[in-house]
């Protein structure tokens, strides 16, 4: 069996900003992914937004990481040549019924420290001729990144300081004992002894955290809810240069048009409530997507939409429930030492996740 310093369970943003930060502070970091390469699930599977931190609650750590991480990000694009654009987006009220619901918005970012630009509907318009709103937010912090090349270099800086990937090695046994945790792979025999184990499994964290044997209490594990976006692309060229985003909905941050670098259009996430994961895209959902886009932009043709792809969020939370804040559990949480496990950490992940990784580590390096 061999003695390891930290253990990181998944491979996805989350995972691979954690190995970079414990390997730049000397850590010796094995990160174990269950699928064939990294960043496969929810990471590749969303919206490629790097957030300004509009929405969250004032002082959680949704709202801070955020802050902070949306900075760091940008600060990282440029240092390593991560491709990026800072194209900002407008938030969208598209009928009188719903300015109160933008005040509030404005108001919840301003008391993050995000300012947001108001503007009229002729402002909007001159801005994007397409657009149909009564008044919008204009947030220009707002932008996309390529995800994957950003992980790439996420690892590549993380095996530069001997951090190690290990693709097809799903975890399967967790025991704590004394001196350590057991970690078994694949239905084997334990191999590794970690000090530390970090679970940043994703979708799959609290399934992760339930295979921890020897004594770890089984209430500071949440239940765990599946809310499946899908997405849908756009035929053509896209008439907006900015991303569009509606008034929220339940769950999510409603059916928005998003860019790639490429400047192509793509529609989503909405959100369906499922039991089990896949990523299929039902063509006849696009009949619920033709109408919620045609509230911001009625011209909207039909047959112009065509199913992208889907992505998973990593929820511990159900329908008609508020969603809870981002769950770094460490032992000053449960009591057991050398395990944190991360829970729902869902958007803003991808723009929180270089603050999100110091504020792990510091939490895996405490009382060792």
Same mark, same amino acid.
């Given at each position: ?5 930290? @253990? ?17 502070? *000397? ?14 699930? =929810?990471? +590749? ?6 957030h300004a931190g509009i929405y969250y609650p004032r002082g959680s750590l949704k709202a801070r990481m955020c802050v902070a991480g949306r900075d760091l990000l940008y600060d990282f694009c440029d240092q390593y040549g991560v491709p990026y654009r ?5 938030? @969208?009220?598209?009928?009188? +019924? ?38 919008? !937010?204009? +947030?220009?912090?707002? *932008?996309?990144? /390529? #995800? ?6 996420? !690892?590549?800086?993380?095996? +530069? ?21 057991l970690v078994g792979i694949n239905n084997e025999e334990p191999a590794l002894r970690a000090s530390t184990v970090i679970n940043s499994a994703g979708i799959f964290a609290p399934d992760v955290a339930r295979l921890i044997e020897g004594g770890f ?7 765990? &809810? ?11 060229? #896209?008439?907006?240069?900015? !991303? @569009? &985003?509606?008034?929220?909905?339940? *769950? ?17 996430? $909405? ?8 990523? #299929? ?13 045609? =509230? ?5 043709? $039909? ?7 889907? *992505?998973?969020?990593?929820?511990? #939370? ?10 770094? /559990?460490?032992?000053? =949480? ?15 992940? !991808? ?10 580590? $510091? ?6």
């Amino acid at each position: 069996m061999d003695n390891v310093d930290a @253990v990181i369970i998944g491979a996805g943003v989350i995972g691979l900003a954690v190995a970079r930060a414990l390997a730049l502070r *000397g850590r010796e970091v094995i990160i174990l992914e269950a699928e064939d390469h990294f960043g496969t699930v =929810t990471s +590749s599977r969303n919206s490629e937004v790097i957030h300004a931190g509009i929405y969250y609650p004032r002082g959680s750590l949704k709202a801070r990481m955020c802050v902070a991480g949306r900075d760091l990000l940008y600060d990282f694009c440029d240092q390593y040549g991560v491709p990026y654009r800072r194209c900002g987006k407008l938030i @969208v009220a598209t009928s009188e +019924s719903q300015l109160a619901e933008l005040d509030k918005i404005n108001t919840a970012a301003a008391g993050n420290g995000v300012q947001l630009e108001r503007f009229s509907r002729a402002q909007a318009l001159e801005l994007e001729p397409q657009l149909s709103c009564e008044c919008a !937010l204009h +947030s220009p912090s707002t *932008g996309i990144i /390529d #995800s994957h090349s950003y992980m790439l270099t996420l !690892l590549g800086q993380a095996e +530069s300081r001997g951090a190690t990937l290990v693709t097809e090695s799903r975890v399967t046994t967790l025991s704590l004992e004394r001196g350590g945790i057991l970690v078994g792979i694949n239905n084997e025999e334990p191999a590794l002894r970690a000090s530390t184990v970090i679970n940043s499994a994703g979708i799959f964290a609290p399934d992760v955290a339930r295979l921890i044997e020897g004594g770890f209490p089984v209430e500071h594990i949440p239940r765990r &809810y599946f809310a499946k976006g899908n997405y849908f692309g756009l035929a053509g060229r #896209s008439p907006f240069g900015r !991303l @569009v &985003y509606p008034i929220p909905e339940p *769950g999510g941050l409603g059916v928005h048009l998003t860019l790639d670098l490429a400047g192509r259009a793509r529609f989503g996430p $909405d959100v369906q409530w499922v039991e089990n994961y896949d990523y #299929s895209v039902e063509p006849q959902r696009a009949e619920r997507f033709y109408a919620a886009i045609r =509230t911001y932009w009625p011209d909207l043709a $039909d047959g112009a939409l065509q199913p992208a792809y889907a *992505g998973i969020r990593p929820k511990i #939370s159900g329908p008609n429930e508020v969603a809870p804040d981002f769950r770094v /559990d460490g032992p000053e =949480t449960h009591g057991v030492e050398g395990v944190v496990n991360l829970f729902g950490i869902e958007s803003p992940g !991808l723009t929180a996740s270089l603050a999100l990784a110091e504020f792990i580590a $510091d939490r895996a390096t405490r009382r060792r």
